[in-house]
Each structure stands twice: as structure tokens, then as C-alpha cells.
């Protein structure tokens, strides 16, 4: 949020793994903490889930496809659901959540495991149905035919596919991603369309992200940002 304050940016999607645990108990002060420090730097939140996010909480509470809208959850964060169409200034945007746990043997099924995670073909359906098409997708995974040069396991294949069936009929011009915490930057052709994969990574303490120009279309990579804190408060205490 600070970065964004020095930089004049007004807006951060979050894709995937937000950290929506209600039962957990510090819950109750992250989604309030981050709301005040976002809202009083007018910075707005928006977010899609990922496969560490509690979807049961989001689903009894606002329903799958948040009733085809996207889910003010608090004064200034979003959760913007599975297929449901928004805009961000002249960029038509959909957001596809959810991916598979390759640790979910380790977990507590509807504690911090949820089998509703990944895709179905509803799913696919929900984000087919819209006959416009799309600037951006924001997901959690990433469409199947990105080869993205790392060890996978056969249970994450069938996500991957339902996402890659969503893009090549959405056919967007920038799809941005994260859950394998592996930074690629892929370029795919669908019938002769080229869509730009951008996939963030998050590393132990250096994160990543990737600043969009609404302006310009340009696209930028940023990390390490526990330096530009640093640099920050340099900057404050001098």
C-alpha cells in the first residue's frame, strides 16, 4: 500500500490466497486493519480467491458467482467472483478463482482445506456465457498450456484445462496469476491471438507484483519490496 501511495496507484488486485479465513481469530483484525490503512490512502483492494482462501465462508455467504457481481466485503476490499464480468476504467475484466492443493493431505477439510477449490465445468460455463470478450483475466492458476518449467502433479492438470478452455474462448489480451510462487512471463497464441501470461511469484520475503498502466498498457515487475520499505522509512526518519 505504501508503494502504491508513493507511486500514485489507486488500485491492487490480489491474485489468489488473500488470507479469507473468518474462523480463524485474527481474522477479525486483518480484514479491518488492512480496510482503514487502504482507506484513508484511497487505495481500493480487490481480489480473487485461491485455493487458501475459506470458499465456504464466501459461498454460503454471497453464493458461488457472488449473485453476478462483484462482493464489496468491506469499505474499500472486493472479492470479485468466478466468471462475473467488471471493469477497471476502459479494461473489461473476469476473475477465475481457485486452484489445487498439493498439500491438502496436511489440512483440515473446511478449517484451512476446501474440496470446492478448484474448477468444474459449471464454472467454465459461467465464465463462457458472457458474449463480449475480455482485456484481462485475473486467476489463481494458470492455463494448462503454459509450460512453466517446474514439477507439477497430475492432480492439478484438470484446473489447469478448465482454465485454459476459459481463455481460449475468452481470448483476453493479458491474463495475470499467481499459487505456484514462480515468476514466468509467457506469451499464447489462440487462433492467431496472442494472450500475454504473467505469472507473480512469492518467495519467502520478497514478493512480487506487477504494476499495469491503464494510460499506456504498460507493464512493469516489481519485487523486493521489504527494500523499498526500508527505503521508505530511510526516506521518513531523514
Not at 464466501?58 to 467472483?81: C, F, M
Not at 471493469?87 to 496436511?106: K, P, R, T
Not at 499467481?178 to 507473480?200: E, N, P
Amino acid at each position: 500500500i505504501d508503494y502504491c501511495v508513493f507511486y500514485d496507484i489507486h488500485l491492487i488486485f490480489q491474485v489468489g490466497d488473500f488470507g479469507h479465513f473468518p474462523n480463524l481469530s485474527d481474522y477479525d483484525q486483518f480484514v479491518p486493519d488492512l480496510d482503514k490503512y487502504a482507506s484513508a490512502r484511497n487505495i481500493k483492494i480487490m481480489f480473487v480467491h485461491g485455493n487458501h482462501d475459506d470458499l465456504s465462508d464466501l459461498y454460503n455467504g454471497y453464493g458461488r458467482y457472488g449473485k453476478e457481481k462483484v462482493i464489496q466485503i468491506a469499505s474499500n476490499v472486493y472479492w470479485t467472483p468466478t466468471g462475473v464480468p467488471f471493469d477497471i476504467e476502459d479494461l473489461h475484466c473476469m476473475s477465475v478463482g481457485g486452484a489445487y492443493s498439493i498439500d491438502q493431505h496436511s489440512r483440515t477439510a473446511g478449517i484451512d482445506y476446501f474440496p470446492e477449490e478448484t474448477l468444474t465445468w459449471g464454472d467454465v460455463e459461467q465464465c463462457c456465457i458472457h458474449p463480449e470478450k475480455f482485456d484481462i483475466i485475473f486467476s489463481h492458476d494458470c492455463p494448462s498450456d503454459v509450460n512453466l518449467k517446474i514439477d507439477l502433479i497430475p492432480g492439478a492438470d484438470s484446473n489447469r484445462h478448465q482454465l485454459q478452455a476459459i481463455v481460449e474462448h475468452c481470448k483476453p489480451k493479458w491474463l495475470f496469476h499467481g499459487h505456484y510462487h514462480h515468476y514466468h512471463d509467457t506469451v499464447m497464441k489462440i487462433d492467431k491471438k496472442k494472450v500475454r501470461v504473467i505469472g507473480l511469484n512469492r518467495d519467502g520475503r520478497k514478493f512480487q507484483a506487477a504494476t499495469f498502466s491503464t494510460l499506456t498498457n504498460e507493464i512493469k515487475i516489481i519485487t523486493d519490496f521489504h527494500l523499498f520499505g526500508q527505503l521508505l522509512r530511510d526516506a521518513y526518519n531523514g
